[in-house]
């Protein structure tokens, strides 16, 4: 049973503290291999079936680093505004974890490969706030927990766990904010705006697919609170593993208002991480937070160290992408969109999105029509963010080619787009596997429209005299004849022709 948590009214917690933030932001990179071996980098398969004897750990077995990661993590430091290191080297990071099978991590401590940046972030309302970032470094994923039993899924009062270690050794990338400051009542709106910014920035430079429904993006959100004359900062606690945008926020705000209570009441804050419960918006006491001596850190002494030369670091600067506040600017002024209109795309999410459908080849006017319209919808049934719908703008593009060129109704496109959702392939092979087709040939077309009048001698009399709506009833029994494969509009001209030719 869990016990009932004191929480301080928010605007309290405003008027008495002054919020600090720490954000920690875990990226899964999207390479072909992880990152100190020859195994897949894939989401999913059979459990244990992505592993080797490197990153299962096994006596003898010697990393490799992949330099693909490398190359990544350069890009996104440079992306960020970071200093990218003349030369810098792994660690081993010492703890015991079940999902860890050589019980350490191979990291990086003092020597990350890019430090001291910052990303401007945009509020909703238009303010920008610049958040520092204090270092991005390389690292090693972790083996996955299934803890089975009980009623939590956590470890306590489960019966047995399994574990899967085809994700341990896949590349992270750490990206660590500076302490966050001065923001007041927003401190739960900047965190969640930090987060969409660095997802959309990873996005655009496509080193991974940030999919916080998969675990490839995933925040560690640090809270503490400090009195309105206090010089330090308050105990921290840290929120781990945050997966999805609104959840950032709700932590946030949750830790802000039990940590207020706690204060107030004369207690302490104890130094420690935080489980969030999807269900309530609430967290949960984890584990006692280890400082860095805890962790025994020591050079790896497996790996050499990695020293990117001026050079390289330049040709990487140059294969930089447009990046995504750059681009909404440039989209506004070449759509002529008014500043509500690029507000709307902001608010669903889909600017970038439509932007990137644009790229592929699609009309502006149907990339946001799709987006804003179906694709949002299906987002909201999903209840998923609208960039964390398993479909690419390529394949939007595609869908609105195939429905411009008369191959496609629209009805077929949604249906398209939904096989592509379900996971059913690439459009072309959802028409495939799912027979859709105009039908085209007027003869076929001719055929249905003479059933059809036949069946409904009463409506052809309408339509004979000027009635023309009354068509509408007989271009419904052709679509349905048809299975919805024919082009409405047609099977309107050909009715017409044959009730006023006959």
């Known amino acids: 049973m869990t016990a009932l948590v004191e929480l301080m009214d928010y605007d309290e917690v405003i008027s008495r503290f002054d919020p600090v933030l720490g954000l920690e932001v875990h990226v899964e ?20 079936t992505h592993v080797c004897p490197t990153c299962l750990g096994m006596p003898g077995a010697l990393p490799v680093v992949n330099g693909k990661a490398v190359e990544s993590a350069m890009r996104i430091g440079l992306a960020l505004n970071c200093e990218i290191a003349s030369w810098c080297r792994f660690a081993r990071k010492n703890y015991f974890y079940p999902d860890m099978p050589k019980n350490f991590q191979t990291s990086q401590y003092d020597e990350p490969i890019a430090f001291s940046g910052y990303l401007d972030v945009p509020l909703d309302d238009g303010e920008v706030v610049r958040v520092e970032i204090e270092r991005a470094h390389m690292e090693e994923d972790t083996g996955k927990s299934l803890h089975v039993g ?31 400051t001065g923001m007041g009542a927003r401190a739960p709106e900047v965190a969640r705006a930090y987060v969409t910014a660095l997802r959309d920035l990873l996005r655009a430079l496509d080193v991974s697919d940030v999919r916080m429904d998969q675990g490839s993006l995933r925040c560690d959100a640090n809270v503490s609170l400090m009195a309105k004359d206090a010089t330090e900062f308050g105990t921290r606690t840290e929120t781990k593993n945050v997966n999805s945008l ?52 020591f050079p790896e002494p497996d790996l050499v160290p990695i020293a990117p030369t001026r050079e390289w670091v330049e040709q990487l600067r140059q294969t930089l992408p447009e990046l995504p506040w750059e ?50 919808q299906q987002a909201n049934t999903r209840e998923v963010e609208l960039a964390e719908l398993p479909i690419k703008p390529v394949q939007v593009a595609r869908v609105i080619e195939l429905v411009g060129s008369g191959e ?3 009805k077929m496109g949604r249906e398209v787009v939904q096989g592509v959702l379900e996971g059913e392939g690439e459009p072309d092979e959802v028409v495939e596997k799912r027979d859709l087709k105009v039908v085209s040939d007027d003869s076929a077309l001719l055929t249905a429209v003479d059933e ?25 029994a052709v679509m349905k004849t048809t299975k919805g494969q024919a082009d409405a509009k047609r099977v309107r001209e050909l009715i017409l022709e044959r009730v006023n030719g006959s």
Not at 162 to 178: C, F, H, M, Q, S
Not at 262 to 284: A, N, P, W, Y
Not at 344 to 351: R, S
Request: glycine share 10%; with cysteine.
């Open 246 to 297: 609104r959840s950032v926020e709700r932590a946030v705000r949750y830790e802000m208002t039990r940590q207020g209570a706690v204060l107030l009441d004369g207690g302490t804050i104890k130094q420690e991480t935080r489980h969030f419960q999807e269900s309530d918006g609430s967290t949960s006491p984890g584990r006692t937070k280890e400082t860095a001596e805890d962790y025994r850190y």
């Open 150 to 180: 009980g009623a939590t899924g956590r470890i306590h009062g489960a019966e047995h766990s399994l574990l899967d270690y085809n994700r341990a050794g896949v590349p992270l990338i750490e990206i660590v904010t500076k302490p966050i």
């Open 29 to 48: 990179l999207s390479t072909a291999t992880k990152m100190f071996c020859g195994c897949v980098n894939e989401f999913g398969g059979e459990p244990n």
């Open 408 to 410: 496609l109704t629209n």
């Open 327 to 376: 681009r909404r600017k440039r989209i506004k002024d070449e759509w002529n969109l008014t500043d509500e209109e690029l507000r709307d795309l902001l608010n669903t999410g889909a600017a970038d999105l439509v932007a990137a459908t644009v790229d592929a080849g699609a009309a502006p006017g149907e990339a946001r029509s799709w987006w804003v319209q179906y694709l949002t």
């Open 452 to 476: 059809a009048l036949a069946a409904a001698p009463d409506v052809a009399e309408k339509i004979r005299g000027g009635k023309v709506q009354a068509a509408g009833a007989i271009v419904g």
